[in-house]
């Protein structure tokens, strides 16, 4: 077992970056918050078994209850002296089966883990099929009409670009005061039963992602139509925008730095 | 909704069969138990829900607490004139999300899910790397060091044939006076950082996959030489196999009639 120095000047810390993957099914997301598990507090208390300090833990992004990670970026400042690979391996044996860390590295002092992120991928799974997967429940959205993926997609293009997304955000006591988002990407693959919708953006707004992808399967039942997209954009009235998708279709997929 | 008829003499039941998909992890195996729940247990309900009577259901095999399945095959005999494809979209509603009816099929009056069988295929899935995946948690075994593909498939070879497995088995209550089984085919095949072990045979005794894969990782440590299969099989004792691999990597994939 390696030894601890906790007693380090300020600037004798290391900023150490993780990357893990969580599924989100027994969770209430990231944060976290009274009387309800959360990522990040079974996290801190592995991170509290291991390093034997409270550490400030700065997380990428927030994740709703039931949304996954195929990679979720925290950072945090330390006294330890443990190599990387070590520090892997100490902490999943602390972590339960459905979280895992998988990178670390160190990290100049001025990385954060969500200040200094320029850009997220999150995939939004469809099971799309009459029967269901088991195997999928609660990781895929099960979805039982045929999507009419090329329609989906000619609707997509329209969320690419520098916009304002208000019609596609739940306002809550978060609400920023820039709305705008740049959305580099959106395609929607299908693959085998499988219906994928793949979005890069330089941020999003709360629910975005979710809201979108409501908004296109309204646009695969012809109850949107795709050529509305930028008059629902202009709106900026979520009245107009589809339903939110269900969380357990979401995965954060990969952080830019 | 339709119309059900219970009072049909005998002759004129149908034979119903179905195939079901289901994840393990929340189940004490298939076969009802008490103070356990069971994958027959829930089915049984489900099945009450829409037949309103208690029929007799015929399963093809036990399966072990947390062992998974992409194909299991049940029949039983009812009065209900309800067609097959309504059928399935019935009982799914009253299932929870772990467990799926996907095929169903009217049979002739001898068809026995368990008696008819002429045999069954299992998949062992392993996770091979040092980091694991939290999204295969209770559904492949991880294992950390590399596994020898090539040896443990020179290895596979031995099983293949027909055979006394005693060896292989573990001996409880279900002794059968017949312990040869024929085992059609043995193969390991690696898919990124999947190692599947895939086994077809005419019956299986209880445990017998899961002790054979639990060889042929001992193998694969060189704990157990690949020509010594052989010699372990004729000795008909089971403390010269490897241990029982555990039940969370396992699949009933499919089964022949």
Not at 32 to 49: C, D, G, H, M, S
Request: with cysteine; proline share 3%.
């Amino acid at each position: 077992m390696q030894q601890f120095n906790n007693d380090k000047s300020k600037s004798d810390l290391r900023n150490i970056a993780l990357k893990l993957s969580y599924v989100g099914t027994n969770y209430h997301g990231w944060q976290v918050q009274k009387n309800a598990v959360t990522v990040q507090e079974i996290f801190q208390k592995a991170l509290y078994k291991i390093l034997k300090e409270n550490v400030d833990i700065k997380g990428c992004s927030r994740t709703d209850t039931g949304v996954h990670a195929n990679m979720y970026v925290v950072n945090f400042r330390t006294g330890s002296r443990m190599n990387c690979e070590n520090f892997i391996f100490a902490i999943n044996r602390h972590l339960p089966g459905d979280v895992c860390v998988y990178e670390c590295s160190e990290k100049d002092a001025n990385f954060h883990a969500r200040y200094s992120c320029k850009g997220k991928e999150y995939i939004y799974k469809v099971w799309n099929d009459k029967i269901r997967n088991p195997f999928l429940d609660g990781r895929a959205l099960h979805y039982w009409y045929p999507l009419k993926v090329d329609l989906m997609n000619e609707a997509a293009k329209n969320f690419v670009g520098k916009h304002d997304f208000t019609a596609f955000a739940t306002l809550d006591s978060r609400k920023q005061e820039n709305m705008e988002r740049t959305v580099e990407y959106f395609k929607i693959e299908k693959e085998n039963n499988f219906v994928n919708f793949i979005v890069r953006a330089d941020g999003f707004l709360y629910n975005m992602v979710r809201i979108m992808v409501g908004t296109l399967l309204r646009v695969s039942q012809g109850k949107i139509k795709s050529g509305d997209i930028p008059k629902i954009i202009d709106s900026k009235n979520r009245s107009f925008a589809g339903p939110t998708a269900p969380p357990h279709g979401l995965y954060l997929n990969r952080i830019f730095y």
